[in-house]
């Protein structure tokens, strides 16, 4: 009778197990098709995305004289964290967040100092075309940058997204780099630079690829120490791994 009654008991917790396993594989088997379910809430919930941006642009200057322009090979990479808070059940999220951008210039640009004839100190740096042959022409600003966004998405398989933002940062390096038949020179802190550069981002694209652009409101040379009316502006491809979307 013991016997029986131990085999009976072990019965009956293995059945007890399998149906606690059934039940929990019923569970997750209904989250799931909750989460598939074309007006399930959890399709719909807002939710933190798109925090990492990786941007490779095609970076330029407005305004330059004597008709020049720097190459079409002249880049720049962006690197950004933002921080976004969905703004209740909307399309809408607001973002912010901090990184680093570099933005080159690379052509046939002179940068030209005007010495003080009484002092020997530069007072002005303009620009003009270079004439002498040259293999590397680059001019380079490194910045760190806080940016702002108002974001918007689609609720569908493929979302839409646009960003319209503004960023301001920080010059923290400016430098010149030549390679001629004089050979390699680099030099840095170019005279009359503005520390300072703000303006206008906006974002368009489908999942994780966007068309990105960039215009400053502000200007390249401080008032007075440099040439006026050069606007720094970009345009190119961004990228925003799927890192850290949050849970649903």
Request: aromatic share 14%; hydrophobic share 40%.
């Amino acid at each position: 009778m013991k016997i029986k009654r131990i085999v009976a008991m072990l019965g009956f917790k293995r059945s007890f197990s399998l149906l606690l396993l059934l039940s929990t594989a019923a569970l997750f088997a209904q989250k799931d098709q909750k989460d598939q379910d074309e007006f399930s809430i959890y399709a719909y919930k807002p939710m933190p995305q798109d925090r990492i941006l990786l941007e490779l642009n095609h970076t330029g200057w407005l305004g330059m004289p004597h008709g020049l322009k720097e190459k079409a090979t002249t880049g720049g990479f962006n690197f950004y964290l933002y921080f976004d808070h969905p703004i209740g059940n909307s399309h809408f999220s607001f973002a912010w967040g901090a990184g680093m951008s570099s933005h080159n210039i690379h052509g046939p640009i002179n940068l030209v100092y005007h010495v003080d004839s009484m002092n020997g100190s530069i007072n002005f740096t303009s620009i003009e075309r270079r004439k002498e042959p040259y293999k590397v022409n680059r001019i380079g600003f490194k910045l760190v940058e806080v940016p702002v966004e108002l974001r918007f998405r689609t609720w569908t398989n493929y979302q839409f997204k646009a960003m319209l933002g503004f960023k301001a940062g920080y010059v923290v390096q400016t430098f010149r780099k030549i390679f001629d038949k004089d050979g390699k020179i680099k030099s840095y802190d170019i005279y009359g630079t503005n520390p300072l550069r703000y303006g206008i981002t906006l974002r368009l694209g489908w999942e994780q690829l966007h068309l990105t652009g960039f215009y400053a409101l502000s200007e390249v040379f401080q008032k007075g120490k440099g040439q006026k009316g050069i606007i720094p502006i970009s345009f190119g491809i961004a990228y925003t791994p799927r890192i850290g979307l949050g849970s649903k």
